[in-house]
Every structure is written in structure tokens, then in C-alpha cells.
């Protein structure tokens, strides 16, 4: 008996703590957010008016896109733009008809063959970025739709000196499926997060779509072709070089999302292991006396610390407690001779109210952030708000079982795959 009460105080107790960490980190943040938000409200979609209109080169690395990249050139095709932006389509050796699909929009689309596949999206975006002649480099993956005012929404960001690259909103393409829709969920709380960001000049990151200075980018070098998340070091490069990175809602663009979970797996493990990578590489922007040194980083580097922590924990937690209270039960059936009533007592243990409290206080900060984070990004909360509650029950516990698999992949070295 006494050995049950020490293993659900144990329990408890362990619990509790992650809990009150999770929980302790997330209103810290969420606080910020809130605060930084209503502190900026009046600027969440404005965008600076251009002092003019710079030429602008837009790279397109592609590799076995062919169901994807004619919507994309479409998309840039018909952009609202006083100069027709320069497109250039970089083939990273597809072996599908990427290339046949890309030759039939002509001489308003030019393409560049790679010989064989680089294996790093780097690679053809620096290709890209050799051969461009506009004044503002963007790139856009093949499987993304860029809306036609978003462009045009951007540039002006541009008339800050200080201001290297601006990133839109991303959303999602399709969400048909479930794991569709929870990532949609996802991509809205992003877009709203990216956007505080930029009001603390702490934005460090240029995933998926991007404009950018061009003379910047040679200047310093292009992509970087050995690692596998270039979108967020050549973020972190930017602002060790003392350069800003913005955002604007008012530029839209839908990309295609990982429909598996095998596939969404393999790239969550792929941006962490980036991210670890990078963290490492550009650790001495953290302690810097600035809100992306003082704030983001340190923050983000706990966050991913305690999704391991707690997904950890609470399987072991489990395993343990099940495994406790059926050598428990099996005992006690050997000593009552087989009672059959006893069938009864193995239930779990309450949790104390504290623990209650704190899951409702979660649950509350998180609700604050998906109804601001719908209204960023236009969307209808009362469509979105199953999928929110799916969110947090079934896809937020997958962030420690994605860090596990990075970690693991981390500790047996093996290789860093786009």
C-alpha cells in the first residue's frame, strides 16, 4: 500500500512539474504576444507605400514538380507588378516532366537544366540568384501559389535601408485531409507569431517564399549549399550581419503541405536537425541585447527542450504507472484467490486541482492566440475550431516525438538529408 501512495506521489509530483514548466514558458510567451500585439494593432496589416518600384528576379528551383510548377509560374505570371518580374526556373535534374511543363510557358519563363539532382534546394537558388538582373531576388518552391497583390505588398518594406529580405504570409494549399488541417491551424498561428516578430525586430527566418536584396545576398555569399535548412541560416546570417527581416499579411501565398505522416515526419525532422545545426553555428546571436537574443532564441531552444522533456516524461510516466498498478492488480488477485469484484480498482488516480488549473490555463492562452491568429490570417473561427481542439490533443504531443527522432538521428550522426 505504501508503495502505491510513494509511486502516485511520485507521479503526481513529476506531473505537476512539467506541467507548471510547459506551462510557465507558454504564458511568458503568450503574454508577449498579447502585449506586443495590442501595443501594434493599428500596423498588423499595414504595409509601407514603395518610393518606387525596383526590377525584381524571381527564382523557382524545381525538382520532380511537374503536378505543381505550372500552377506556381501561373501564379507569378500575372502578378500585379509595374515591371514584369524576371522568372527563372532552375530544373534540379527531375526525372518526371517538370522541364516539358516549364518549356511550354516559352520565352516568358526562362529555364536552367541542372545535369543531376543536387539534393539541396540551395544549390539551384544560388544558380538562380547568379543569373539574375533584378534589383530584389525572391524565391518560391514549385509547389507554392504566390496571390497577385503580394509582390506589390512587399517592396515597400524595401524603402527601410536597413531592411534586407520580407517574407508574406504562408498558408495552406489543401486541407482535405486531417493532418491537413491541423497543419492549417498550425500555419495560422505562425503567420500571426512571424508578425510579432518583425514588431521586435527578432524575425530571423525566410521559409518558402522570400524577396530579398540582391547585392546583399552575393555579398554575402548566396545560400548556403551544405545546409538542409537555408531558408532559416540564411535568416540567422542576415541578422548576424545587422540586417532586418519583415513581414507583411497582406501578401498571401498557399503552399502544399506534407498529406503523410511519414512525410510530414521526415520534414519536421529535417527543419529541427537545421535548426540544431544552426543554433550551434549562429549561437552567438543569443545573449545579444536584443529581443531575437535576449527573447526568441533562448525561448526557442527551451521550447524544443521541453517538448522532449515532456513527451519523455509523460510516456515513461505512463509506461510505469501501468506497469505498477497491473503487478498490483495481478497480486491482489493471487491473495484474494481470484476475486472477480477486484476487477474494479484498476482505474487511475485523480490528478490534484492544480494540475486541472494548469491545463486550463494552457487551454486559455492557446485560445487567445488561435482567435488572434484567425484573424490575421482571415480565416473563420468558428470552421477552424474543432480542428484548434484536434490541434491541441493531437498534434501538439507530436513536436517531442518529432525532437525525439532528431535528437536520436542527431546522437547516430547520420546524415543531414534535404
Known sequence: MRYAENRDTMINTTMLVMQIIIVTLTLFSGCVMIITLLSNRKRLFFDPKPLRFPTVTIGVPAYNKASEIE??????????????????????????????????????VKLILMKKNSGRKAVPLNVALKHAKGELFGFIDADTIMDKNALKAMVGYFNNENVAAVMPAMKTLSSKSILERLQRIEYMITILSRKMLTFLNALFITPGCAVFRTNVLRKLGGFDEHDITEDLEIGLRLRKAGWSIENSLNAVVWTD????????????????????????????????????????????????V????????????????AIGKLLIFVFAMILSGWDPSLFGTLSMNSQPNIFVFMSILFIAIFGVNFYFSALASHQSKRKCILDAILFILIYTPLFGFWWILTIIQEIMGSDRVW
Not at 521541453?306 to 504507472?321: E, K, Q, R
Request: charged share 20%; aromatic share 10%.
Open 257 to 304: 503541405v506534407p498529406s503523410s505522416f511519414r512525410t510530414i515526419t521526415r520534414q519536421r525532422v529535417r527543419w529541427y536537425r537545421g535548426m540544431i545545426h544552426n543554433l550551434r553555428k549562429y549561437w552567438g546571436l543569443i545573449g545579444q541585447h536584443n529581443d531575437l537574443g535576449v527573447f526568441v532564441m533562448p525561448f526557442m531552444l527551451l521550447g524544443g
Open 71 to 108: 500552377a506556381t509560374l501561373n501564379s507569378l505570371l500575372v502578378l500585379d507588378y509595374p515591371h514584369k518580374p524576371e522568372i527563372i526556373v532552375v530544373d534540379d535534374g527531375s526525372t518526371d516532366k517538370t522541364i516539358e511543363i516549364v518549356r511550354k510557358f516559352g520565352n516568358r
Open 306 to 321: 521541453a517538448s522532449v522533456l515532456l513527451f519523455c516524461g509523460l510516456m515513461a510516466i505512463t509506461i510505469y504507472d
